[in-house]
T-cell receptor, first 114, second 110 residues
Framework: DTAVSQTPKYLVTQMGNDKSIKCEQN?????MYWYKQDSKKFLKIMFS???????INETVPNRFSPKSPDKAHLNLHINSLELGDSAVYFC?????????????FGEGSRLTVL | SQQGEEDPQALSIQEGENATMNCSYK?????LQWYRQNSGRGLVHLIL?????REKHSGRLRVTLDTSKKSSSLLITASRAADTASYFC??????????FGKGTRLHILP
């Protein structure tokens, strides 16, 4: 059973389009995250939700909108895609807040904007 | 920023040798974690060391933490081909964020 699953794994789209990436965790965790990994492998936090409530919102363009319908799901919607949005997006979850425990990552969603 | 910085950026060693990676950070932390990322895959948690701990072991992994120097090291003993991956340190502070370093690419030569 996959603990943190995200779909799609690959996404190729044109500039200006809108796309969504979905994430689900079956670990019963309270907190979920979106991270962006660029071409140099640098991993940067974007958002964090705890029990469906937004707790971290880094300096991310408002074209990016996370949605958490329940604590097991955290989706990422991106409007008006730009070339610079090309990256691998990772969903992760943790039991409680991160200053006490580890993150469990999904396999990533590679977004290519043409 | 409390972002960790790994050193070296890349490391190639012969199978069977030990691999040591270092991480430095800037602000006070609650814990420091090490993760492994195989090519094209997600990150996998390896080990967590709390700010009041100095050393921790897990199998072939040994992690040290020196809060006075704001640094940590990850030692992988008796390396194997399967250890080829990128290794990231991540610091967790009071602000509920885990901040990752840029990673060390480890290549184990046969």
């Amino acid at each position: 059973d996959t603990a943190v699953s995200q779909t799609p794994k690959y996404l190729v789209t044109q500039m200006g389009n809108d796309k969504s990436i979905k994430c689900e965790q079956n670990l019963g965790h309270d907190t979920m995250y979106w991270y962006k990994q660029d071409s140099k492998k640098f991993l940067k936090i974007m958002f964090s939700y705890n029990n469906k409530e937004l707790i971290i919102n880094e300096t991310v363009p408002n074209r990016f909108s996370p949605k958490s319908p329940d604590k097991a799901h955290l989706n990422l919607h991106i409007n008006s895609l730009e070339l610079g949005d090309s990256a691998v997006y990772f969903c992760a979850s943790s039991q409680g807040l991160v200053n006490t425990g580890e993150l469990f990552f999904g396999e990533g969603s590679r977004l290519t904007v043409l | 920023s409390q972002q960790g910085e790994e050193d070296p950026q890349a490391l190639s060693i012969q199978e069977g040798e030990n691999a040591t990676m270092n991480c430095s950070y800037k602000t006070s932390i609650n814990n420091l974690q090490w993760y492994r990322q195989n090519s094209g895959r997600g990150l996998v948690h390896l080990i967590l060391i709390r700010s009041n701990e100095r050393e921790k072991h897990s199998g072939r992994l040994r992690v040290t933490l020196d809060t006075s120097k704001k640094s940590s090291s990850l030692l992988i003993t008796a390396s194997r081909a399967a250890d080829t991956a990128s290794y990231f340190c991540a610091t967790a502070g009071r602000d509920d964020k885990i901040i990752f370093g840029k990673g060390t690419r480890l290549h184990i030569l046969p």
